[in-house]
C-alpha cells in the first residue's frame, strides 16, 4: 500500500470534535434567535397594552375627541435601561398629540395591532399602532393610537442572552470534544490490544486470535486468521518437505559412501585414489548438510509448539558426552563435562539435545589435535550451557553473522559443514526465551554459550 499514512483515531476525533463544534454553533444561534423572538414578543405585548390603554381612556364629547392619558399607559414601558418613549395620537392626518413624525396613515381597525421597527430621531424604535372607531353621533370617529419605545433595553437582555449562550456552547463544545477524544481511544483499544498481542508474539507464532472483538472487528479477525491458518499449513509443509527430502537424500549417501570407501581400498593409482578421497569427502558433507537440514527443520516445527517438561540439563549434557566421546576419541579429543550439580529447567529435551550435539558438533570439528571440550553446566544467574574448545576460535569480524543460515567463517574453508550448527543452537535459544552468545577465549579457542 502506497501513499501517506493516517490516523484512524485522528480522524475520528477531529470527525467528533468537528461535529461537536458545528452543534455548539447551531446551539448558539438557536438559542439567540429564540431569545430574540421571546424578547420581541414580550415588548411587543407591552406596547400593545399601552396604545390598547390610550385606545381605552378616549371618549368623544359634543364632537370632540377627549383623552385623559392615563399614568400607567407609560409607566409599564419603565425599563432598567431607562429606553425613551414616544407616542401620537392621531384622527384622521391630523395629530392631536405627540410626535409628527411618528404618526402614519390610517390603517384599518379591522386589522388589529400592527407592529414595526423603523429608524426615529436618529435611533431604532419599535412602534406598535393601533386604530379603532369611537362611538359618536352623526358617525363613528376613527382614531390611531401610535406608541414606539427605544430598544437598549431589549439589547442588553439580547447580549446577556447572547454572552450566556456563548459561554454554554463553549462549555458544551469542550464536553463534547473531552467525550471525543475518550470515545475515539475507547472505540479504537480492542484494535490496539489485538495489534499488541500479535507484536508480542515471536516471528514463528502463527496461531489464530481468539480473545473476543467488537462485531466491527470480527470480519478482520476472521480474515487474520485464515491467513494465519493458510500460512501455518504452507510452512508446515515447506518443513515436510526439507524433512522427507533430507531423510531421503541421506540414505542413499550413506551406500554411496560406503562402495566409495569399498572402491578405495582396491584402487592402487593414486589418482583414483586422490578422486574417490574427495568423492567421500563431498559425500560426508552432503551427508551432514542433510543432516543438519532435517535438524533444522524439526527445530523449526517444535519452536511454534514447544513440548516443555521439567528436566536437567547436566542429565541431558551427560548422555550427548557418553554419545559423542568415541568420536572425540577417534580424532585425539578429549570430550568432558563439569557442573556444581543437577541444573533442573523448564524445556522441550529434545530440541536442547540437538542444540547441545551442534554446538560440540562444532567443537570436534574446528579442534586441534590432542585438545580439550569442556561443556559447563551452570544454574546461576541464568542456566546456561557452555562449551569452549582449543581450536581456531571465531572470526572477530563474522562473529555477528555467523548464527545466520548457511553462513560460515572464513577460517573454516577446507572443514566439512553446511552452516546450521549455530543457527541451531540459536533458533533453540530463542524458542526458550533465550539467546546464544559467541566469544573467543583469551588462551585460543571458541566459546559458545546457549542462554536459557
Known amino acids: 500500500m502506497t501513499g501517506r499514512p493516517w490516523s484512524l483515531r485522528r480522524r475520528l476525533t477531529l470527525t467528533l470534535i468537528g461535529g461537536a463544534a458545528v452543534l455548539a454553533i447551531l446551539f448558539y444561534l438557536v438559542v439567540r434567535t ?33 383623552l385623559d392619558v392615563p399614568y400607567a399607559a407609560f409607566s409599564m414601558l419603565d425599563t432598567a435601561a431607562d429606553d425613551r418613549v414616544f407616542y401620537a395620537i392621531q384622527q384622521g392626518n391630523k395629530v392631536l398629540s405627540g410626535y409628527d ?4 396613515d390610517d390603517a384599518d381597525p379591522s386589522a388589529g395591532p400592527s407592529f414595526a421597527t423603523r429608524a426615529f430621531q436618529g435611533t431604532q ?11 359618536a353621533s352623526p358617525r363613528p370617529v376613527l382614531l390611531t393610537v401610535s406608541v414606539a419605545q427605544t430598544r437598549d433595553s431589549l439589547a442588553g437582555t439580547l447580549w446577556t442572552i447572547s454572552v450566556n449562550a456563548a459561554v454554554f456552547g463553549a462549555a458544551f463544545f469542550l464536553l463534547a470534544a473531552g467525550m471525543a477524544l475518550w470515545t475515539s481511544a475507547s ?9 499488541a498481542s500479535v507484536a508480542r508474539r515471536g516471528p514463528g507464532d502463527l496461531r489464530p486470535v481468539i480473545r473476543p472483538v467488537p462485531l466491527e472487528l470480527s470480519p478482520l479477525v476472521a480474515s487474520f486468521n485464515s491467513l494465519m491458518t493458510r500460512l501455518s499449513h504452507s510452512l508446515t509443509q515447506s518443513e515436510t518437505f526439507i524433512a522427507e527430502a533430507a531423510h531421503r537424500v541421506r540414505t542413499p549417501l550413506a551406500t554411496v559412501r560406503s562402495h566409495a570407501e569399498a572402491t578405495l581400498m ?9 578422486a574417490l578421497r574427495s568423492m567421500i569427502r563431498a559425500i560426508d558433507e552432503s551427508s551432514r548438510a542433510a543432516g543438519q537440514l532435517l535438524d533444522h527443520a524439526m527445530v523449526t516445527f517444535r519452536s511454534d509448539q514447544l513440548e516443555t517438561q521439567d528436566v536437567d540439563l547436566v542429565t541431558i549434557c551427560s548422555e550427548i558426552v557418553d554419545r559423542l566421546t568415541p568420536v572425540a576419541e577417534m580424532m ?36 586441534a589435535a590432542e585438545g580439550a571440550i569442556q561443556i559447563t553446566v551452570t544454574a546461576r544467574p541464568s542456566p546456561t550451557i557452555t562449551v569452549t574448545d582449543q581450536g581456531i576460535g571465531f572470526p572477530q ?18 572443514t566439512v559443514g553446511s552452516g546450521l550448527g549455530l543457527t541451531i543452537a540459536k533458533d533453540v535459544a530463542e524458542a526458550h526465551g533465550g539467546r546464544l ?3 573467543n577465549m583469551e588462551a585460543g579457542g571458541a566459546c559458545a554459550i546457549l542462554h536459557l
Not at 400593545?48 to 390603554?53: G, I, K, L, Q, R
Not at 472505540?187 to 495489534?195: K, W
Not at 582396491?266 to 586422490?274: I, P
Open 34 to 66: 429564540y431569545a430574540q423572538q421571546i424578547a420581541q414578543q414580550s415588548q411587543d405585548r407591552i406596547l400593545e397594552a399601552s396604545v390598547t390603554s390610550l385606545l381605552d381612556a378616549a371618549v368623544v364629547r359634543d364632537g370632540q375627541i377627549e
Open 101 to 104: 413624525g411618528l404618526a402614519l
Open 125 to 135: 424604535v419599535r412602534v406598535a399602532r393601533l386604530t379603532r372607531n369611537l362611538p
Open 187 to 195: 472505540t479504537l483499544r480492542p484494535l490496539g490490544q489485538i495489534a
Open 266 to 274: 582396491r584402487v592402487d593409482k593414486d589418482e583414483n585414489r586422490q
Open 332 to 367: 585425539d579429543l578429549e570430550l568432558g563435562l563439569q557442573s556444581d550439580g543437577p541444573v533442573p529447567v523448564r524445556a522441550d529435551p529434545i530440541l536442547i539435545q540437538n542444540a547441545v550435539r551442534n554446538l560440540v558438533d562444532n567443537a570436534l570439528k574446528y579442534s
Open 397 to 414: 569480524t563474522e562473529m555477528a553473522s555467523l548464527s545466520q543460515r548457511f553462513q560460515r567463517g572464513d577460517n573454516a574453508k577446507g
Open 437 to 439: 552468545e559467541l566469544r
